[in-house]
């Protein structure tokens, strides 16, 4: 089904904000713009006082401009982007594939920023967490798998740049490869394995060397529980 105008304008917008480089922890005019943004999505899901309405556009109005004006992002595609969001703000979840064989992690390199991560993405609606991780890895690697345990569930945005503007939590899945060859996807322009002391420049917003390490540790204690921020 092809997109429409305003679904382009959506998704040309993130591959924008992927690109803007933030510090390690969110700015002030970042929290303050998400919470606003947040307040005022979930008020107009649940109001439907007519004045209420009123306020809490005007709120979505005001994140939309403290953020364009801190970004090159235009006003106009922030504040459609911020309408898209329906329903009570919540974080979203990105969930990864931990996939290591003869001691070398599995990486796909996003054509996003030319970086490497361990394969994932958003999470869909309707679908098992497990298949979900699944799908992701097949998808993006080539590699169909069998998720184990959890590695990690994570804070996305505490850690790396840049930053999105949506709060989202990162699910780590450590996985069994069950058979494949590398296949790159519209979304990675290549697929491989990197020794954990020679790894690539890593697309830090999807994968980072906490992530790595932490990955490290369960292969070699298989007791151990999940990390949790």
């Known amino acids: 089904m092809p997109l429409s105008c305003r679904q382009e304008r959506i998704i040309s917008w ?75 703000a919540t974080p979203k979840i990105d969930v990864r594939g931990a996939v290591v064989r003869e001691g070398k992690i599995l990486l796909v390199q996003e054509k996003v920023d030319g970086r490497w991560c361990m394969p994932g993405g958003w999470a869909d609606v309707g679908e098992n967490p497990s298949a979900m991780v699944a799908r992701e890895v097949l998808e993006e690697s ?43 996807s519209d979304e990675t322009l290549a697929v491989d394995f990197f020794s954990f002391g020679g790894l690539p420049l890593l697309s830090s917003p999807r994968t980072d060397a906490r992530h790595l390490l932490e990955v490290q540790e369960h292969l070699s204690d298989c007791s151990r529980p999940a990390a949790f921020d």
């Open 142 to 184: 080539g590699f169909t798998v069998v998720p184990n345990k959890i590695v990690g569930v994570y804070d996305a945005n505490r850690v790396g740049t840049p930053l999105e503007f949506y709060h989202a939590y990162k699910v780590v899945f450590l996985c069994e490869i069950i058979s494949g060859s590398p296949r790159p």
């Open 14 to 88: 993130h591959k924008q904000l992927a690109e803007v480089h933030m510090p390690q922890y969110a700015p002030n005019w970042l929290d303050v713009a998400r919470e606003l943004q947040s307040l005022a999505q979930t008020g107009l899901a649940f109001t439907t006082g007519y004045y209420d309405i009123q306020r809490y556009t005007r709120l979505m109005e005001i994140a939309a401009e403290i953020a364009a004006a801190h970004s090159d992002l235009p006003q106009e595609q922030l504040l459609d982007s911020f309408f898209c969001q329906a329903g009570y």
